[in-house]
């Protein structure tokens, strides 16, 4: 799976964004795809995800902010950033997760996009 991100840039703290992500195949055949995020001198941390069946997850600091969609038609699963804040600064990366059997998975990732919030 090949995944594509687009979106991202600068916009200031309360301001939004807009993330996708194409993937190479139907998003309906990926059981798990989201975004991850990476700041500067901080580890790769989860942002979103949603699973094939559409079940959203998010990390604790980004609910209520931030929503994840998918459109099967578009192989696409897009991120909306609503009031941004500083700390939401990072490049951020889409990845996907497709289970090939009952006990092996393969992780697939995306080229970051940077998000820089200025206060």
């Known amino acids: 799976v090949q995944l594509q991100a687009y979106g991202g840039g600068l916009v200031q703290a309360g301001g939004s964004l807009e993330l996708s992500c194409v993937a190479s195949k139907s998003i309906l055949d990926i059981n798990v795809i989201g975004w991850y995020r990476q700041a500067p001198g901080k580890q790769r941390e989860l942002v979103a995800t949603i699973t094939s069946g559409g079940e959203p997850f998010y990390e604790d600091s980004v609910k209520g902010r931030f929503t994840i969609s998918g459109d099967g038609p578009k192989n696409t699963v897009s991120l909306q950033m609503n009031n941004l804040k500083p700390e939401d600064t990072a490049v951020y990366y889409c990845?996907?997760?497709?289970?090939?059997?009952?006990?092996?998975?393969?992780?697939?990732w995306g080229q970051g996009t940077q998000v820089t919030v200025s206060s």
């Open positions: 990845r996907a997760e497709r289970l090939l059997s009952p006990t092996e998975f393969r992780v697939y």
